[in-house]
């Protein structure tokens, strides 16, 4: 079946950048919306940027001017590019598809493993 597979996590001095990926595997038709989530340690998973099929992007307040979100549809393929980074960026970042076309069928709702960011002061 499908699989999201994500990179680039790590760890950064704050003010430095990071840029995650998340590939999609198999043969794929088309991919629907995909979504950026992260989730700190104790706290709810928040909603950090959206990408639809035609490349329109909605960032979360508390990342907006810092994140862009961007796709590659001939690589199957979201970015998130993470520049002046803080303390408070710390988390393990996944990616979300809302639906994903392929030979082996539609499939809905597929999330990444999960990449861990942690930024140091």
């Known amino acids: 079946q499908v699989q999201l597979v994500e990179s680039g996590g790590g760890l950064v001095q704050a003010g430095g950048s990071l840029r995650l990926s998340c590939a999609a595997s198999g043969i794929i038709f088309s991919i629907g919306a995909m979504r950026w989530y992260r989730q700190a340690p104790g706290k709810q998973r928040e909603l950090v940027a959206t990408?639809?099929?035609?490349?329109?992007?909605n960032i979360a307040n508390s990342v907006k001017g810092r994140f862009t979100v961007s796709r590659d549809n001939a690589k199957n393929t979201v970015y998130l590019q993470m520049n002046s980074l803080n303390v408070e960026d710390t988390a393990v970042y996944y990616c979300?598809?809302?639906?994903?076309?392929?030979?082996?069928?539609?499939?809905?709702?597929?999330w990444g493993q999960g990449t861990q960011v942690t930024v140091s002061s």
């Open positions: 979300n598809a809302e639906t994903i076309a392929t030979s082996r069928g539609a499939f809905s709702n597929l």
């Open positions: 990408i639809t099929q035609g490349h329109s992007t």
